[in-house]
Each structure stands twice: as C-alpha cells, then as structure tokens.
C-alpha cells in the first residue's frame, strides 16, 4: 500500500522537475563527481607497465584483487591510482559499527549525538588509512617482481622506493574517494559512497553484456546458456527490486490526549521493518573474507605453505565448498549485521517515551521481544533471498566459467539498491518542492482576499 507522498511523487512530470533548480544544480554536480571518479579509474600509477599488468591480471582474476575490480570498475584491472576503490572505507565502516556494539566506550560516544558521531568518522578515517596501507602494501609487494605471461615485467623500476610511493598513491587514492563520496551526499543526491561503487559497476556492465553476446557467437558459450543468463539477470533484477521495498510494518497506536478542553483522538501509525535490514554488506564481506587466503597466497609467492595452498585450491569460484562457504557467510553477516543496525530496545523505549505502544503488548521489554521475534523471523527471509540471488550465478558459472563476474548476484544487488534510494532522495527533493510551490500559492491567494 503506497503512502500519499509516494502517490504525489508518482504523478510528478517533466514540468514539475524542470523548476526543481534546487534538483537539478544537486544533479549536475553528483553527475560532475562521478565523471571526476571515472577518470582517475584510468591513470596508472607510476612506475606501473598497464599492458604487461592487464596481461598478468587476466591469468590471476581470483582473489581479493578480483573483488576490487568489480567495484573499482576495472581500475584495479588497469592498475590505477582509484584501485582499491572505497572498499577499505566500507570496511573499516563496517567494523567500526560492529564496534559500537561491542566496546562499551566506543557505544557511549555514539549515543553523544552529533559530535559523537563526527568523532566514530573521524575513527573510521583513521581506520579507513590503516587499511589502506596494508591492503597497498600486499598488493605493491606482490606485482613488485612479477612478470606478465610473455615475460615483460610488470613495474619498470621495482627499486627500494616503489613499493612506499604505490603505497601513498593508493591510499591517496581511496582517501579522495571518501572525501569525494562526502561531497556527492552533502551537495549532490543519494549516498556518496554507494553511488561511487555503482558508477564502478554500471561503467562495466556494457562491457560485460558485449563480452557474453561475443562468447556465445565465437562458441565458448552455448546460445541457450547466453539467453538463460539474460533472462537470469532481468529476473533477478525483478526480484531485487520487489524484495528492497517489501516492509512488515508493525502496527503501533497512540493514545488519546487531552489539549485544554479538548481530547483529541488515539492516531495509528506503522513501524516499518524492512526485509533485507543489512542491505549488500554480506554479500560483500563473505567474498571479501573469502577471498583472503588467495590474496595471502598471492603476497607471499612460491614460498607459501602447502596448508595454505591447499585452501585456496578447495576455495576457488566455481568449486561446492566455495559456494557452500559462501552461502554460509552471507547468512552468518545477515543476522550480524541486522543485529548491529536495529536493536530492538531502544526502538522499544523511543516508542514508550513517545506515548505508543504495539498492541497487545506492554511498552518496554515486552514489546522490545516481540519487535525482536518479528526481525529474526523477517531476517531468515532476508537472508535466504540475499543467499539466493547471490548463488544462482555462481551455479551458472560453475558449468560456463565465461560468463561474466559483473553479471553476477551481487553486482546486480548493489545496482539495484542504490538506484532504488537515489530515485526515492530524488522523489523527495520533488515531493519537498511542490510542497513549497503550494505554500506560495496558498499565501499569495490569502494576500489576495
């Protein structure tokens, strides 16, 4: 059931976005970032011989290289300045909200307010470049002394000073990002940072769509499986989108109050809890932590232990114990996450300091276990549809290894989610500008009598 502001938004027209100036300077300037973002994607870092990297990152796509260049792009592919992407940024988001769960200290600066809240970002930030720095280490010592197929080696120079000058590139990068992402959420529409990611994923996905027509023409894919895989992706895309906005809303009622003589009457209100609480942070930490024993592999070279080698021949894309791994992971950071985000006694205590309470059942704890009862309920439903569009590629992939990563679950999944919230923060902007256009008219019609 639609409320009156999404009923407003939907009859909004091209006339009405025309005088939205507010909009359209928001617009323009998220569209300025974004090109600003592509093109760092394609500068190399110095030193750096992109043919002879883009020849050896073909051979080495595993691993958690591979899972930056899904989000960065194609930047970690080329090699460039924005190769890690914003992904350390998330990272160290994640850990340091999972933190504010856990240390006391660190929960008690998050309940400050506003200057609480500065000071979790000024951690994040300082966590953000911790991250950075390792992650540009490994990757810096790894390609240091390699060789691309043909036999051209990968860095030019690799003398004492390559390894720190990549090291600073890379974590100048990502900490641009961030500040770019800030920029893009105060002074342009939507979520900086997830805007960042899905401008990566969206500048990809021609590519990828032109490369699985190619494989099925030349023959390394069969012509049925090229129309499943389409078919796949639209239907997942469907799916995905019913299933971000499906909500169960928990009916909460507020008494009746008197004002002066008068006894106004007990409003209804919802509680709305959505489906998929944690959002694509699952998916995106299960193949992260997945994908670290390749990465450790990669970083120490030959001399890397066989126990090590194992493991990472068991967990490949495309084996059983990697999907089964996998699947496992999504479910486990689901509940984590879900967990992290909504806590149930304080969602109870806000609506008893407010006056409502759930039907049924008494303000306070009581009410605080059947929010929580509901939220788990919904959350293994949010979870197994995470877990499904998430693994129904990688099925497909496990028989056709040609079809393409950026075709995949959770590419789809985050294109999905964040076009949902930009169009609904552009839908606000609109809905925020009609109102005031009423209010004029509304006062000029009373200057007028």
């Given at each position: 059931m639609t409320?009156?502001?999404?009923?407003?938004?939907?009859?909004?027209?091209?006339?009405?976005?025309?005088?939205?100036?507010e909009l359209r300077k928001r617009i323009l300037f998220t569209l300025g970032a974004l090109i600003v973002y592509r093109l760092g994607t394609?500068?190399?870092?110095?030193?750096?011989?992109?043919d002879a990297f883009a020849d050896l990152f073909q051979t080495q796509t595993g691993g958690l290289l591979g899972t930056f260049n899904l989000f960065s792009g194609g930047a970690t592919e080329r090699m460039?300045?924005?190769?890690l992407n914003i992904m350390p940024y998330i990272s160290a988001s994640i850990i340091m909200q999972m933190m504010s769960a856990i240390v006391p200290s660190l929960e008690a600066i998050k309940k400050e307010g506003?200057?609480?809240?500065?000071?979790?970002?000024?951690?994040?930030?300082?966590?953000?470049?911790?991250?950075?720095?390792?992650q540009g280490y490994f990757i810096a010592a790894t390609i240091a002394g390699q060789t691309s197929p043909s036999g051209i080696p990968v860095v030019y120079d690799a003398g004492p000073l390559f390894v720190p000058a990549t090291v600073i590139t890379l974590v100048g990068g990502v900490m641009f990002l961030v500040w770019l992402g800030e920029q893009i959420t105060a002074r342009g529409i939507g979520n900086g940072i997830s805007l960042i990611i899905f401008a990566g994923i969206i500048a990809e996905l021609p590519r990828a769509a032109a490369g699985?027509?190619?494989?099925?023409?030349?023959g390394a894919l069969p012509a049925f499986v090229v129309i499943i895989v389409i078919l796949l992706a639209v239907s997942l895309i469907a799916f995905v989108v019913f299933m971000e906005r499906s909500q169960r809303r928990l009916l909460v009622q507020y008494p009746r109050r008197q004002q002066g003589n008068k006894m106004s009457q007990g409003e209804k209100s919802h509680l709305p809890l959505k489906l998929n609480t944690a959002g694509v942070i699952p998916p995106i930490f299960a193949s992260s932590l997945?994908?670290?024993?390749?990465?450790?592999?990669?970083?120490?070279?030959t001399d890397a232990p066989l126990w090590l080698q194992d493991v990472v021949g068991m967990i490949t894309p495309g084996s059983w114990l990697y999907i089964l791994i996998y699947g496992a992971g999504i479910i486990f950071f689901c509940f984590l996450y879900t967990s992290i985000v909504f806590n149930p006694e304080d969602t109870a205590d806000t609506l008893k300091q407010y006056g409502g309470y759930i039907q049924g059942y008494r303000p306070g704890k009581k009410t605080a276990e059947y929010i929580d009862y509901v939220l788990t309920r919904i959350t293994v439903i949010g979870a197994a549809y995470l877990?499904?569009?998430?693994?129904?590629?990688?099925?497909?992939?496990?028989?056709?290894?040609?079809?393409?990563?950026?075709?995949?679950?959770?590419?789809?999944?985050?294109?999905?989610?964040?076009?949902?919230?930009?169009?609904?923060?552009?839908?606000?902007?609109?809905l925020a500008q009609q109102y005031e256009s009423l209010i004029k008219k509304s006062k000029l019609r009373g200057a007028r009598r």
């Open positions: 409320s009156a502001a999404e009923q407003m938004a939907s009859n909004f027209s091209l006339g009405n976005f025309a005088k939205a100036d394609f500068i190399p870092i110095p030193g750096i011989n992109p460039a300045i924005l190769a506003e200057s609480g809240r500065r000071q979790i970002n000024q951690y994040t930030r300082y966590l953000t470049v911790f991250l950075a720095t390792v699985l027509l190619t494989s099925g023409q030349t997945l994908f670290l024993p390749a990465t450790a592999q990669g970083a120490i070279g877990t499904f569009v998430c693994l129904m590629p990688e099925f497909l992939r496990m028989q056709y290894s040609a079809i393409p990563v950026y075709l995949g679950g959770t590419s789809l999944l985050i294109v999905c989610t964040v076009t949902l919230d930009t169009v609904q923060q552009i839908q606000g902007h609109l």
